[in-house]
């Protein structure tokens, strides 16, 4: 309300002011309407508070929405995970980072126990900094929610200038490019 509630009360007093007293009738329809655009002014500012909110969403959320609206997700609805087990993308199965079971198990489950995410053949995804879909750079988030890098140990090491892992010279020998592989 703050800066819309002190003008409206001010048009109010201006208004309360400048009538004489035998518009008493006048003075109360007046203050009335105020009020009633001060109503409506309070909604349209709350309905654009929650707009904002509502698009406020952090870039985990987003990089979710993103993969769930364009059939890019990558990891299923039975908790099933690892190489043996395709997500919709098409792709070995990953565990929801920011999800209840974020770890892959060895024998494929997604879940939240030692078995998931402290075994040396366990992959804790909230730990993952690199995407999938070979995007990398400021511009991209990993599944940890942070600025995606490129899988050290994969065929991509480097990211390029324009946001793609790879190996070339143009990925991995340029100015802005980062080497992934020797961190």
């Not at 909110?53 to 990089?63: A, C, F, G, H, L």
């Not at 090491?157 to 892992?165: A, D, F, L, M, Q």
Request: hydrophobic share 25%; proline share 4%.
């Amino acid at each position: 309300m703050g800066v819309l509630a002190v003008i409206f009360l001010g048009c109010v007093a201006l208004l309360s002011a400048s009538c004489s007293a035998e518009s008493s009738q006048k003075q109360a329809e007046v203050v009335e309407l105020l009020e009633n655009s001060l109503r409506i002014l309070e909604d349209a500012f709350d309905k654009e508070q929650q707009l904002e909110q509502q698009q406020d969403i952090s870039e985990v959320s987003r990089y979710i929405v993103a993969g769930v609206k364009t059939g890019t997700k990558s990891w299923r609805t039975d908790y099933r995970c690892g190489a043996g087990y395709n997500a919709p993308n098409g792709k070995p199965a990953e565990c929801s980072a920011i999800g209840w079971f974020p770890c892959c198990s060895p024998e494929g489950f997604c879940g939240k126990s030692r078995n998931h995410c402290e075994c040396p053949d366990c992959l804790d995804y909230r730990k993952v900094s690199w995407r999938n879909d070979g995007r990398c750079g400021r511009n991209y988030k990993a599944p940890n929610g942070q600025q995606a890098e490129c899988n050290p140990g994969g065929n991509g090491p480097c990211c390029s200038k324009s946001g793609w892992c790879g190996n070339s010279r143009k990925h991995c020998r340029c100015y802005g490019c980062t080497d992934y592989s020797k961190n």
